[in-house]
């Protein structure tokens, strides 16, 4: 019998529908209608469901417990986020994602009986810092597995490499290690791998080129602040099927290599973000990627260092291009032209550039225009009229900032034309005068507003409004207007840092219970720190630092889930209250400089796992200094409990892989020995312990820190010699070197003369020595400046002292010292040195400070250093020294106290005459028979600021380095907008997790 031909049409599509349904039902993702769930698997499931809790606070994403319907005598194949093999009733896929499960995922958990799974999603939850078990290794049929941010830590298991056959790796977001070995068994094994996202796994000992060992086809690879450390992996066009390439926040350095061009399929790129700016994109190399990387879309190369890249290359990226991120790149010239042709364009981001000239009309263009961010150009202007035609024309802008370009004629009624859709307005520093318009505040959708650093604006604005973030430092608008701030119920983050405001802090703020983070600090609020405060139960961060509060801390501040809490420079006194030592979520707690803290620091301390930044210095803390803040959390990278009257010894060990860059123990009652286990600190750059009880030998093994930039050891009870290097590149970035008021021996360790690297040339771009994990925070060290006990509260990178003073070092000073050229203070003074003062000293081109008094030197003063042009005090009091003063430049200003002690001296300023027959001053001594530039290299040092003659000027040039106390400047950096951008997906995780809600 045939077929008609409709009969076989209406076959052939019931043929297909029950293709199509079967297919459905069968490679569903995560959902499943079939009813043959096996009796293993449902018991299974629900023992793993009944090993967790149900927290609001485990997820972020979103708020649906998936396991909710899971029920005992039902259909597990049924149940949410479970799918399974029709034919089996075997679950094949697992999807748990943001399930607000909370607790720990042990290794004999009834998951891992789940044999036959396929997916496993267990991203967005927290499991308590649990370890990935060594039994994920047995899901031997598993493509998909994501465990991000989960809160996991620990070791990446080598087992996972067990995986064969997966597509799809996810364990980012977490706090996980990967070793080397592990890593290559994982790449060498995973030969299926399409994308693979191990973002802020720490990855510091993996090489970069062991990614060559990655499967050829993946189409995404996302390692985002890994750690990874060394130059760029080479090689790069083996990942011919790359779409998405992600390296950004790590270490990487040297050229971006030309191969990146070949990546032709790319769609996204991020090298944004590596430590120091020392990745770097040769014009010839952006040309090539901008002009071959014709699929572009997003491109992101913050801090990627490319000053020879002119703007208009810009014009060669595809026009197809959604997101260009290249702020802090040191590009410099006018502001790229013709930028109507990226007409796709939805973000922008160009700041810290040194763009100059006025942004073109053409910019009201790109009409997809989302976000604009062109802050810190401080040579860029817009003209009222092209402000009006580009704020008229962009009706989809939701973010603007245009802090610190130059529009001091755009009225501040123009921004009454604003897009309804803008959520996001910043305008700091832009010299806008006039009253700002109160119906600013009444667009539908504006939630954040920063009129920072703009003083001659007036205004008010209205209680009635949607803002949830207003930022108003150094602005002139608030002071008339500080009782309406209370009436701004829906904020979440209220800055006013530097307002000179008075009184006590107002009550009216009580009323803003959403508050996560406020900042009063930098102010002259007076009175007790209000009760009120501990009220405000969502509060993460609080700063109420440089005021003048007395008092002591509220108890009840410790009842808040603090990320940040900043009280330096107030007026306090009393003991830390014991709550605070229990915040679990803390990452900043600084109650230093000015107050009067007293008691001991309690052991609970070190219960504050997430603890980055930890500043108890200048109080009258006593007691004992507690031994597990040397290994209680990688994640500190700041500690500083110097100028107190801690005893002990110092706490050890430091464990491998902690993150700690600055230390400072000075001004205590330390004793003991200096721990080996510091050479753990590998990200090192200030060590301070001076001025305490150490009783050891020189420690040579400090050497072994890489990135050490100051040692200051003064005043302890070293003994011993100081022989010099005992490798290579010893103390190569040392810019500070004290060990002065020691009882250290032998020959000066010329060694290290040589090794000195870093005093051999000076900073053409000086700059304060800022923390890496918060901007705004200066380190801090306690020396002797020309004579005086300082405390550099900012330390410029331009800054370079040798002192080793106050030993009993002998013999001679060698010629070598004339290498350190960018010194501006040598201090050699009571030792017992001998031999003849260097004429090489005379090539010290930045010296502001020499002292080589209380000697035993001879001979005559070597007439090159009256050549020191920036000399500001001289002593060569004290010694053996004869012949005539020179008398010529900076040494017609010293009086007679920088040469008395020499009975052999003659010539003003002192008393003794020189007699007619005296032999000229000795002439130049030579290191190679005649040439010294082959011993030094060419030219001068860079000096910032001429200095005048004359020791009467040290209080003036010490300024030019010291912030003294009663003038701080704030030094927290509130919001770093570039860091939440690289954390924004775990959002609200860190709020509950960290206490680090990002706003």
């Known amino acids: 019998m045939g077929f008609s031909p409709l009969s076989l049409s209406q076959f052939l599509s019931s043929l297909l529908f029950l293709f199509h349904f079967h297919t459905t039902i069968s490679s569903s993702n995560y959902s499943s209608s079939s009813h043959f769930c096996a009796p293993d698997q449902s018991l299974s499931l629900l023992q793993f469901k009944e090993s967790f809790s149900i927290s609001s606070s485990a997820s972020g994403r979103c708020q649906h417990p998936k396991t909710e319907s899971w029920r005992e005598g039902t259909d597990c194949c049924s149940w949410d986020g479970v799918t399974c093999e029709l034919e089996t009733g075997q679950v094949t896929a697992l999807d748990l994602a943001c399930s607000m499960l909370y607790g720990t995922l042990h290794s004999n958990s009834t998951l891992f009986s789940l044999h036959h799974l396929q997916k496993l999603d267990l991203s967005d939850n927290d499991f308590q810092s649990s370890h990935i078990s060594s039994s994920f290794g047995q899901f031997s049929n598993l493509t998909y597995l994501n465990l991000n941010y989960s809160v996991f830590a620990g070791q990446v298991p080598w087992e996972i490499s067990h995986l064969s056959k997966l597509v799809s790796l996810d364990l980012s977001g977490d706090y996980l290690s990967l070793e080397p070995i592990s890593f290559d068994k994982l790449v060498r094994n995973l030969t299926q791998l399409r994308e693979l996202d191990l973002s802020s796994v720490d990855m510091s000992l993996v090489t970069p080129n062991s990614l060559m060992n990655l499967s050829s086809s993946l ?7 890994c750690g990874l450390q060394g130059e760029f992996p080479s090689s790069m066009r083996k990942f011919k099927h790359l779409q998405q390439l992600d390296l950004a926040a790590n270490n990487l350095t040297g050229p971006i290599p030309y191969d990146l061009e070949q990546l032709t399929e790319l769609v996204s790129l991020a090298l944004s973000g590596n430590e120091n700016d020392y990745l770097s994109l040769e014009p010839i190399s952006f040309d090539k990627l901008v002009r071959n990387l014709t699929q572009l879309r997003e491109l992101y190369l913050w801090w990627v260092n490319m000053p020879l890249v002119v703007p208009n290359s810009l014009m060669n990226l595809s026009s197809s291009l959604s997101s260009l991120t ?11 032209s013709s930028v109507r042709k990226f007409k796709h364009l939805q973000y922008l981001d160009l700041r810290y550039s040194n ?15 989302v976000s604009i961010d062109l802050s810190f150009n401080d040579y860029l202007s817009v003209e009222p009229s092209s402000f009006d035609k580009i704020i008229q024309n962009l009706t989809k802008l939701r973010g603007l900032r245009l802090g610190y370009v130059n529009m001091p004629l755009v009225t501040p009624n123009s921004f009454a034309n604003l897009s309804s859709s803008l959520s996001a307005l910043a305008l700091w520093g832009g010299g806008l005068k006039g009253k700002f318009p109160g119906n600013i505040f009444l667009l539908p959708n504006l939630e954040s507003l920063d009129l920072t650093y703009n003083d001659d604006l007036t205004g008010s604005f209205p209680s009635s409004n949607l803002l949830e973030v207003l930022v108003l430092k150094n602005s002139n608008i608030i002071r008339s207007n500080l009782t309406l701030i209370g009436y701004l119920t829906r904020l979440t983050r209220l800055d006013l840092v530097g307002n000179n405001l008075n009184g006590q802090i107002p009550s009216s703020l009580r009323n803003l219970v959403q508050l996560q983070s406020l900042y009063l600090d930098n102010n002259n609020f007076s009175g007790w720190i209000p009760d009120f405060l501990g009220n405000l139960t969502v509060l993460e961060n609080l700063g109420l630092s440089s005021n003048q509060l007395v008092g002591h801390i509220p108890s009840q501040i410790g009842t808040l889930s603090l990320r940040l809490f900043d009280l330096r420079n107030n007026h306090l006194h009393g003991p830390i209250p014991s709550s605070i030592f229990k915040q679990g979520n803390l990452e900043a707690l600084a109650l230093a400089s000015n107050n009067k803290l007293t008691g001991e620091i309690s052991s609970s301390i070190c ?9 108890l210095s ?13 290994n209680f959390s990688n994640s500190l990278s700041i500690l500083n409990l110097g100028m107190n009257n801690l005893q002990g010894t110092i706490f050890s060990p430091f464990p491998k892989g902690n993150n700690l860059g600055y230390l400072n123990l000075n001004g205590n009652e330390l004793e003991g020995k200096i721990p080996l286990s510091i050479i753990n600190c590998a990200m090192l750059e200030i060590l301070d312990l001076g001025d305490n009880k150490i009783e050891d030998t020189f420690p040579y093994f400090l050497e072994m820190l890489p990135e050490l930039h100051v040692l200051v050891l003064k005043s302890n ?4 010699f100081v022989n010099g290097p005992i490798a290579n590149n010893s103390f190569s970035k040392l810019r500070i070197f004290d060990i002065s008021s020691n009882n250290l021996s032998g020959s000066l360790p010329t060694g290290y003369f040589n090794s000195f690297k870093a005093m051999m040339a000076s900073d053409q771009n000086s700059f304060y020595m800022m923390a890496r994990n918060y901007s705004d925070y200066a380190y801090s060290i ?5 004579g005086f006990d300082i405390e550099f509260t900012k330390i410029q990178s331009a800054l370079r002292i040798l002192d080793l003073s106050n030993n009993n070092f002998i013999g001679e000073i060698s010629k070598v010292i004339g290498k350190l050229k960018a010194i501006q203070q040598l201090n050699l003074s009571h030792n017992s040195l001998t031999g003849h003062i260097q004429s090489s000293i005379g090539m010290l081109t930045d010296l502001e400070s020499l002292d080589l008094s209380s000697n035993f030197l001879t001979g005559r003063i070597p007439v090159q250093l009256a050549d020191l042009t920036f000399l500001g005090v001289l002593n060569l009091s004290h010694n ?18 920088s040469f008395e002690g020499n009975l052999g001296l003659c010539g003003l300023p002192m008393p003794k005459e020189c007699n007619s027959d005296d032999a000229p001053p000795l002439q130049p001594s030579n290191f190679h028979d005649g040439d010294d530039s082959a011993f030094f290299g060419d030219g001068f040092g860079w000096k910032a600021v001429a200095i005048g003659y004359g020791s009467g000027f040290v209080f003036g040039v010490t300024m030019g380095y010291v912030v003294f106390r009663t003038r701080k400047p704030v030094w927290f950096l509130k919001v770093v907008e570039d860091q939440w951008n690289l954390k924004a997906r775990r959002t609200k995780k860190n709020a509950r997790r960290n206490g680090a809600r990002r706003n």
């Open 219 to 225: 189409s995404s690879l996302i390692l985002r602040s």
């Open 326 to 336: 290249l702020y802090s790149c040191g590009l410099q010239g006018k502001f790229p």
């Open 355 to 369: 763009l100059t000239g006025s942004i073109p009309d053409d910019l009201g263009q790109l009409t997809e225009l």
């Open 607 to 615: 219960n504050l796992k997430f603890l980055r930044l930890l500043d």
């Open 618 to 630: 200048n109080n009258s803390l006593s007691g004992f200094v507690p031994q597990c803040l040397g």
């Open 717 to 720: 009870k070293l003994q011993g």
């Open 782 to 786: 306690k020396v002797t400046w020309k």
């Open 880 to 897: 053996q020294l004869e012949g005539p003063i020179p008398s010529r430049n900076q040494f017609s200003t010293f009086n007679a106290s």
